[in-house]
Each structure stands twice: as C-alpha cells, then as structure tokens.
C-alpha cells in the first residue's frame, strides 16, 4: 500500500477500493498501530481532540479481530462524518464556498469508506484492516496540509472552534473561498 494512491486528487481515490479487493494481504499477528505524535497537532484543540479519537478509532479497528470490526467500524464512519462536517461548518463560516476543495477530499474519502462496508459484508473481512492501514498513511498528510490550513485560517480570522463564533463577523466579509486557505490543494 503506497501513499501516493490516496495523497492524490480527490477523483483518484475511488480506484483505491479495486486496489484493496485484489492486494495480498500479508498475515501480521498483530498490526502496526498509529502512534500519536506532535507533528499531528493542528495548533487547534477541538479539532485536535477529534483528530485524537479518529486516530484512537483507526487503532481500536485495527486491535480488533477481522470477523468482529463491523460494529466498530460503523462507530468510526459515522465519527468520521461527524469529524469532516465540523471542518466544512468551521470553513463555511469562515468565508469557504461550501465545494471547496478540501470539502471535496472529505467526500472522496467518506464515498470509499461507504463502498468498503459492503465489500466488507460481501465477504471480503479483510477490507476493513487494509482501509484503516490506508487511512493512518493519509491522515498525517491531510492533517499537516489541509486541517493544518484551515486551523491556521480560523486563527486569522478571529473564530473559537468551541463556541463556533467569530470575533469580528466582518473580518470575513466578501471573502469566498474555493480553495484551502493557505495550503495547496493538491497537498
Ligand atoms: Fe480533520
Ligand atoms: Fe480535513
């Protein structure tokens, strides 16, 4: 598995579940597991806590035997869902035009993640272990770039991620944005 499949353009992430369907899986007793590390930190805290439980979910999954991950697995879509709405309900209050292209890679990612539970239910148990692998290569990519962008955005522009409220609504006035703010999008 190579990072390059999903660090890619959004559109080029679909083929990532033909590519889990037909990759070897190599029998490991035990996984690998995503340590937390400083590099992780965004420089916001609520959204750091969420990154936090993703990464914590990404580990439980992976702890998990594969014929007992879908309860689990349900549990860190719908976070995920949660976790990507908060950052396009921070981006659209912050002067994001709702298909910015970070909202956009969020989407990619949570179609394949929908597509992997029915391979999963469609006898492929192994599907579940090989997304969590793929989604701890991608993460810190996304979260140094994108989210790293958008914490630093919310912090110009005067918005507490907790009270979801801006200092000075003004200070975003006129301003659409389609891009990420301060980062790339193809980062
Ligand atoms: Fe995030
Ligand atoms: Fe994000």
């Not at 539970?117 to 793929?134: M, N, P, S």
């Not at 110009?156 to 200070?171: I, K, R, Y």
């Amino acid at each position: 598995m190579t990072s390059t499949i999903i660090d890619s353009d959004p559109a080029d992430f679909i083929p990532l579940v033909a590519f889990f369907k037909t990759m070897p899986t190599f029998a490991t007793a035990t996984p690998d597991l995503m340590p937390w590390t400083n590099s992780l930190n965004t420089g916001d805290p609520r959204m750091d806590e969420t990154h936090q439980e993703f990464v914590a979910m990404i580990n439980t999954i992976l702890a998990t035997p594969e014929d007992q991950q879908l309860p689990v697995y349900k549990a860190f879509l719908d976070h995920t869902v949660a976790h990507f709405a908060q950052e396009e309900r921070w981006m659209l209050a912050t002067g994001f035009s709702a298909d910015n292209c970070h909202a956009e890679h969020h989407a990619t990612i949570l179609e394949t993640m929908r597509v992997v539970e029915a391979h999963y239910l469609d006898t492929d148990t192994q599907i579940i272990t090989r997304l969590a692998e793929a989604l701890a290569e991608w993460f810190p990519g996304h979260s140094a770039s994108m989210d790293a962008g958008l914490a630093a955005h919310l912090k110009s522009v005067g918005f507490d991620s907790v009270t979801e409220t801006l200092a000075d609504p003004s200070a975003i006035k006129n301003v659409t944005m389609s891009g990420c703010g301060s980062v790339s999008c193809s980062s």
